[in-house]
């Protein structure tokens, strides 16, 4: 096992995540406890010693699962990490009770990491609020003992996370941080990445494999990248990349952890030609993807929207979506804009049109948008 140093302790490069244990008859919330316990034991048997859960993984049923298992293994032995699960508005006034009952759940008196749960623009304001007390309460736990390390998740851009780190950065230890080769440019993990490093901060790293997307390759990008299994491939790419740490993988089964513990057996970051040849099977996976927009976030459509809409960060969004065939973040993001600077509120004009170097069509890029949006709620 790769181990990477954090302070005065000694993590292992491969943590086990529990946000996609196995479960029954496809039951999210019903979680094949006996498939997980084992799952469990190999991992502190070949020394992966970092174990990650949270309020909401599972339908609350995580923590409760992962305490049990974790329960049959010496305290000292592992590190477990929880959140305070402000992704939902609603728990922004209830920082105490929810910590307490996750101590609980997990069946521990202190958790060795504590997050911020993924600070994004839906809640930044909220995870600012001083009224909310969430900071502070989570910093005196940490002083009393029952937080050992405080950190923070994020899936929000790289000016939210600029925005919390300004306000909290001195207090936070470490980032987790959506993070893989396709990401690297996509979702501009690559700055992001950059962003916590100079700050002076390791890297967690969260979606290693896009959730499940890089383990079964477009049949173009596996042609590139032969001799070498796809997984292997994109955790290789997370031991080239400056900062990381601790690498969050959430095996679903006894195989796919069987095969994470033979890659992080080694240290083996990637060759420029072999970062070369993956950044190539990452263009080979958008293109085999749904259709993307292609903006350069030139803005040179904003000063002609007569409804003030930030054009290039909606079509960063509707790529995201379109591209991951749905999922929280773009409907996570727009929940923080007013309905009239929504993808909606788009009149199509053309304005836009008329100054995009790329030609993109950008009002029914809009009306596209605001159908899926629809469709999905």
């Known amino acids: 096992m790769i181990y990477k140093k954090f302070q005065d302790i000694e993590l292992s490069n491969l943590a086990m995540g529990a946000m996609r244990l196995p479960v029954v008859d496809g039951n999210d919330a019903a979680i094949d406890e006996a498939a997980a316990f084992e799952m469990v034991d190999l991992a502190m048997a070949r020394g992966v010693n970092y174990y990650d859960t949270a309020w909401g993984y599972h339908g609350g049923n995580s923590e409760l699962v992962m305490g049990r298992a974790l329960a049959r293994h010496p305290r000292e032995k592992f590190y477990l990490a929880d959140k305070f699960p402000g992704y939902d508005l609603a728990n922004m006034d209830k920082v105490e009770e929810i910590f307490e009952t996750q101590l609980k759940k997990c069946g521990v008196e202190y958790f060795d990491f504590y997050l911020f749960h993924n600070v994004c623009e839906l809640n930044i304001d909220g995870y600012l ?113 400056p900062g990381v740490t601790v690498v969050l993988s959430g095996a679903s089964s006894m195989e796919q952890m069987k095969e994470n513990l033979r890659i992080f057996a080694e240290d083996r970051p990637l060759t ?23 903006c350069t976030a030139c803005h040179y459509c904003v000063s002609h929207c007569p409804q003030g809409l930030d054009i290039p960060w909606l079509l960063e969004l509707y790529n995201e979506h379109v591209f991951t065939g749905g999922g929280f973040i773009a409907p996570m993001a727009l ?17 836009c049109e008329q100054v995009c170097p790329q030609q993109i069509k950008i009002s029914e890029v809009m009306s596209k948008f605001d159908a899926l949006l629809n469709e999905k709620k």
């Open 129 to 241: 609020d001083e009224r909310f007390g969430i900071h502070k309460y989570l910093m005196e736990q940490k002083r009393n003992g029952r937080i050992r390390h405080l950190g923070f998740s994020s899936h929000g851009s790289l000016e939210v996370i600029e925005r919390f780190l300004d306000a909290y950065g001195e207090d936070m230890e470490f980032c987790q941080l959506q993070l893989n080769y396709v990401d690297w440019s996509f979702q501009k993990a690559k700055e992001k990445a950059e962003l916590i490093h100079r700050r002076g901060l390791p890297i967690w790293v969260m979606e290693p494999l896009r959730g499940g997307l890089l383990a079964n390759l477009p049949e173009k990008a596996a042609a590139l990248l032969g001799g070498m299994p796809p997984v292997e491939w994109a955790y290789r790419f997370l031991q080239s990349v």
């Open 272 to 294: 420029d030609d072999e970062q070369a040849l993956l950044m190539r099977a990452a263009d080979e996976i958008m293109k085999a993807g749904a259709e993307t927009a292609p």
């Open 335 to 351: 929940s923080s804009l007013a309905d009239d600077k929504k993808p909606s509120a788009c009149v199509g004009c053309r304005s």
